[in-house]
């Protein structure tokens, strides 16, 4: 078993070539298709399960589902059955997937599902529907073969549950796990100083050009049973809009749902804005709504157009996203507001 700690040390070992970068210009210079990019550092091993599918010339969808199943079968804080439970101690996970004809599918609050993404993307291809939720989801993915696992906690995810039952505070706080922050809702960091992750959001352009995306969490550690974040929510954890480009979000998804975050990414990069700049004033909205909850939250938008430029930025500081193309695989730090 391999904690995200350990991940990180091990990550940041590998190679020259998978430091994070520290500054990332605007108007990143086009990258040859095909292209993943995804939120956070661990986002490298999800673009090398995405890269298998896009470097063998296949769809932007399968590579996405796949990016996101490698994440799903981890054990760590934010994403999958080993994620953190609600303040119930209950796990429960949301995910969706959208392909380069807008069709798209998700569930909310699924429980004791491995791979909801796979479930969306049945969602997406069996149903008319777009989100499933709670007990229904999980019928569906049962009925439709997905097998139901336990539903005991992961050794981690039983300490912080216990840790937390000490003061039963409800603080949706972001990135909380194992992290030290600024405000109810700030970034939170490793003791290396190393940035925490939450959601993965994965978005990739294939050799014929097609856009899709996926995104899969946990959600908010300790939330309130039955809360849905923006991860689920096309439009708000991710949306794609194949003649423009794709968008996905991580962060404190009430913010996110309440400006349609990745809608308006893809709608500032239809207007002409490069990646960064389109995720820098889908931000700016944030932050001006309120600028004052800004300075202790923290969300970060993630954007990829249709010639393969990408791009990110995030309310305050913290935020990375890792890319896989035939020539870069590289995390980059985002630019931030705050
Ligand atoms: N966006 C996710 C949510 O609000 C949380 C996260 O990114 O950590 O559920």
Same mark, same amino acid.
């Given at each position: +078993? ?9 990550s ?15 108007? +990143?210079e086009?990258?040859?298709k095909p292209i ?14 995405a890269w ?16 996101a ?28 997937? +959208? ?17 909801p ?6 969602v +997406?291809?069996l ?48 990135n ?26 994965l ?10 995306g996926?995104v899969?969490?946990?959600?908010m ?35 996110v ?11 500032f ?5 490069s ?64």
């Amino acid at each position: +078993m391999i904690n995200r700690r350990k991940f990180l040390h091990l990550s940041a070992l590998t190679a020259p070539l998978l430091a994070v970068k520290k500054s990332f210009a605007s108007g +990143m210079e086009a990258s040859t298709k095909p292209i993943v990019v995804s939120t956070w550092k661990s986002g490298l091993p999800v673009n090398e399960a995405a890269w298998k599918i896009l470097s063998a010339n296949g769809r932007a969808l399968d590579a996405v589902e796949a990016g996101a199943r490698y994440m799903e079968d981890t054990i760590d804080c934010c994403v999958g059955l080993g994620g953190y439970p609600d303040r119930d101690g209950i796990v429960t996970l949301d995910s969706c997937i +959208m392909d380069e004809h807008a069709n798209c599918g998700a569930v909310a609050g699924i429980e004791r599902i491995k791979h909801p993404v796979s479930v969306a993307r049945k969602v +997406m291809e069996l149903t008319p529907h777009v989100i499933l939720v709670g007990a229904g989801a999980q019928e569906f993915a049962v009925q439709n073969g997905f097998p139901l696992e336990s539903g005991e906690l992961s050794e981690s995810a039983k300490k912080a549950y216990a840790d937390w039952l000490k003061k039963s505070e409800y603080k949706p706080v972001i990135n909380i796990e194992n992290g030290k922050g600024n405000g109810p809702f700030a970034p939170q960091f490793f003791d290396d100083g190393s940035p925490n992750h939450d959601t993965m959001g994965l978005v990739a352009l294939d050799a014929s050009g097609n856009l899709s995306g996926a995104v899969t969490t946990s959600g908010m550690a300790f939330k309130v049973h039955g809360r849905v974040g923006d991860s689920p929510i096309i439009g708000a954890g991710l949306y794609v809009d194949n003649e423009v480009g794709a968008a996905t979000s991580s962060g404190l998804g009430e913010e996110v749902i309440r400006i349609c975050g990745t809608h308006l990414v893809v709608e500032f990069m239809r207007q002409g804005y490069s990646p960064e700049n389109a995720c820098k004033k889908a931000v700016e909205r944030i932050v001006k709504r309120d600028p004052v909850k800004a300075k202790t939250l923290q969300v970060g938008f993630l954007a990829l157009n249709k010639k393969g430029q990408h791009g990110a930025y995030a309310v305050q500081k913290g935020f990375e996203y890792s890319i896989k193309s035939g020539s870069e695989t590289t995390t980059y730090a985002s630019k931030f507001l705050i």
